[in-house]
């Protein structure tokens, strides 16, 4: 049975930092690539950053540099750490495989940046 479950979301001011973790199910972790995504009210989900199982990583031009993704393929738990977060990094987070998610998506951590 395939399961994600992301935690570790809250309320953030401006300028602070979140991180992020995602515990996979090991039919789904092991030896594939992750991913974060991300649904803002009102829009679509759209794609974050993602690490390769050898720990080849990408980010979306709207995080890079402050977002870090990582992996503990020991744990099958997959990472994100948010420093220097934007009111626009207001969103529902969740991981997935990566670039092609699986058709299963975990409840996801709500993130809000506000003051």
């Known amino acids: 049975q395939v399961q994600l479950v992301e935690s570790g979301g809250g309320l953030v001011q401006p300028g602070g930092s979140l991180r992020l973790s995602c515990a996979a199910s090991?039919?789904?972790?092991?030896?594939?690539?992750m991913g974060w995504y991300r649904q803002a009210p009102g829009k679509q989900r759209g794609w974050v950053a993602g690490?390769?199982?050898?720990?080849?990583?990408n980010y979306a031009a709207s995080v890079e540099g402050r977002f870090t993704i990582s992996r503990e393929n020991a744990k099958n738990t997959v990472y994100l750490q948010m420093n220097s977060l934007k009111p626009e990094d207001t969103a529902v987070y969740y991981c997935n495989l990566w670039p092609s998610p699986f058709g299963v998506w975990g409840q996801g951590t709500l993130v809000t940046v506000s003051s």
């Open positions: 090991g039919s789904i972790f092991s030896g594939n690539a």
């Open positions: 690490i390769t199982s050898r720990g080849n990583t």
